[in-house]
């Protein structure tokens, strides 16, 4: 059996030109194979089969997606005829009209509900046929009974019948058009809703489409099979992540997820699903940096030369061209942020500057835009716990976690829901973590172990020749009710002196800080065991000249 392996490149090539008598075109039935899924664009690969004659022929792959990039087409072949793929070329084409079933199934519903509100019409004019009929048996009657009682002849019986019945009669009519309204207003609500359906499916109905010219000279018959590759945009991949805490805070079991859309034109049927974080929109080269030019600003005079005005506009723009080039270089250029991804796969493969996740199985993805998650993988790692608190601000304590990112990549960022046990604590984001880098997550508030802050605040007046001070009392209260030994970070903080003459110090402490940051933020690092509670008190003292006003206090 002999092979044909190819690998053709469409940049600007058409195909040669060849006699159309020696031409045979062959229309070929593909579908989509594979799909690489980047963060702005994907790579679908479409596979065919087709047996060839000796001869020229054009295997033609129609109906495409419109947004196909005609210059990303790539095609590599294999088979056992013996055969030369001489050229490529993607033309534009218009699908032809043919009719929708959901457009039909919609114009049918249409047709129904609009012979019922015929119907309703039809009851309608019925009710105002009688309307008119009670109105002339009303004036009948009063012309009748106005006689009768200019003759003195008593009517009390037949004047109150005839008021009940037409009374009766024009208040039942009147209740079965509004009835009948009432139901006409539904049923054209229906109608509307219906048209925008119909409306929605016919502008997502895409007319223009592009079609896949391969010629190929064939000069002993066989069959070959054709992976044709090309690039379309709207679809994307991001991230998203679960990390649960275990009951005794010593692992988290972080969850892998890629959620991806796409609204290309076609759908993916029973793909095999790569992801990639490469970014082909940044391009493959740093940006170049040209030459800084600084001069001295020289006005241009009001009445110059023709000639010297000639040249004077030649420089401006030759200068404007050069900024403009340089603008787009460096745009072209800029690092995007990295396309958010849930990394972790037995299929993992680690190239140079990115990595790719080859998703086990097949997977269908429609073309709506909706989001369609798939689950990577999950991983257990131990984590180092450690409560910490800011009672200044708020009299409660808060877990967090630490973990280490095992795998061999990055993790980039994307959403992340936090669980403690079987409780939602909330949702956070993930920032891009180095592979063996240590990130930190919040896991909420322990009512288990309990804080209060209280603050004694007090003013002295200077002496004669001394000076103004202001000193906080404070006092913190650390309880652990856990059954375990729990370390707890403690925050609070200093003014900060915006004067020389201002003089801030840390006084009485019972507990020296840990660290002392040059913000003014103070730390204590607490290790409580289980059922202990730890008392932590200082001053904070505040000197100023006498015959100052201190801001801030």
């Not at 009748?144 to 009669?169: C, W, Y």
């Not at 489409?209 to 090309?230: A, C, F, P, R, Y």
């Not at 010593?250 to 790569?274: C, F, I, M, P």
């Not at 972790?344 to 086990?360: G, K, M, W």
Request: charged residues 25%; glycine residues 6%; aromatic residues 6%.
């Amino acid at each position: 059996m002999r092979f044909l392996l190819l690998f053709i490149m469409v940049a600007g090539f058409a195909l040669p030109t060849v006699s159309s008598a020696a031409i045979t075109r062959l229309t070929a039935q593909s579908s989509i194979s594979a799909v690489t899924v980047y963060q702005d664009r994907a790579l679908v690969t479409r596979t065919t089969t087709v047996k060839l004659k000796p001869g020229t022929q054009i295997i033609a792959l129609e109906g495409l997606p419109v947004l196909l990039q005609d210059d990303s087409v790539r095609v590599e072949a294999k088979g056992t005829a013996r055969a030369v793929i001489t050229g490529i070329e993607v033309k534009r084409g218009f699908l032809a009209r043919t009719a929708d079933k959901r457009v039909k199934d919609i114009d049918e519903e249409i047709t129904q509900i609009e012979r019922k509100i015929g119907l309703l019409d039809s009851r309608k004019a019925g009710l105002l046929a009688q309307k008119k009929f009670i109105d002339s048996i009303k004036v009948a009657w009063g012309d009748r009974i106005s006689h009768q009682l200019a003759a003195g002849k008593p009517t009390g019986t037949e004047l109150n019948d005839a008021m009940l019945f037409v009374g009766n009669n024009t208040v039942k009519a009147e209740e079965q058009e509004r009835e009948i309204e009432q139901e006409k207003r539904i049923l054209k609500e229906q109608v509307d809703a219906l048209k925008r359906k119909k409306q929605e499916i016919a502008s997502s109905y895409r007319k223009e489409n592009k079609n896949i010219e391969v010629l190929i000279e064939t000069s002993k018959e066989g069959t070959m099979t054709l992976d044709i590759s090309s690039v379309l945009d709207n679809a994307t991949w991001e991230p998203s992540y679960d990390v649960r805490l275990s009951g005794d805070g010593k692992t988290a079991a972080l969850s892998y997820r890629a959620d991806v859309k796409q609204h290309t034109g076609e759908d993916w049927n029973k793909v095999n699903l790569t992801l990639s974080t490469a970014r082909p929109s940044a391009g493959g080269a740093p940006p170049i940096l040209h030459p800084w030019n600084i001069s001295f600003y020289r006005p241009v005079p009001l009445a110059m030369p023709s000639v010297a005005r000639r040249q004077e506009s030649r420089m401006y723009k030759k200068s404007m061209k050069m900024e403009m080039d340089e603008a787009l270089v460096n745009a072209e250029a800029l690092p995007e942020m990295p396309a958010p991804v849930a990394f972790q796969t037995a299929e993992a493969n680690l190239e140079r500057t990115s990595v790719s996740f080859r998703i086990p199985g097949t997977v269908s993805i429609p073309s709506d835009n909706s989001r369609h998650s798939t689950m990577i993988a999950t991983d257990t790692a131990p984590v180092t716990t450690e409560y910490m608190t800011v009672p200044k601000l708020s009299p409660v304590v808060y877990l967090s976690a630490e973990l280490v990112n095992k795998a061999s990549w990055p993790l980039l960022p994307g959403s992340i829901k936090i669980f403690s046990g079987d409780t939602f604590v909330g949702s956070s984001e993930m920032k891009q973590v180095a592979s063996g880098e240590k990130f930190t997550l919040p896991f909420g508030s322990d009512e288990q172990i309990t804080i209060k802050r209280d603050e004694l605040k007090q003013h002295k007046e200077a002496g004669l020749f001394g000076k103004n001070r202001m000193a906080y009392n404070c006092k913190i209260e650390v309880n652990n009710l856990r059954k375990e030994t729990q370390n707890i970070t403690v925050k609070d903080q200093l003014p900060l002196a915006a004067d020389n003459e201002i003089k801030v110090t840390l006084e009485e402490t019972t507990l020296p800080p840990a660290e002392k940051k040059d913000d003014g933020t103070l730390i204590w690092k607490l290790k409580l065991a289980a059922g202990e509670k730890k008392t932590l008190s200082y001053s904070i003292s505040v000197e100023y000249p006498k015959d100052k006003e201190i801001r801030g206090l």
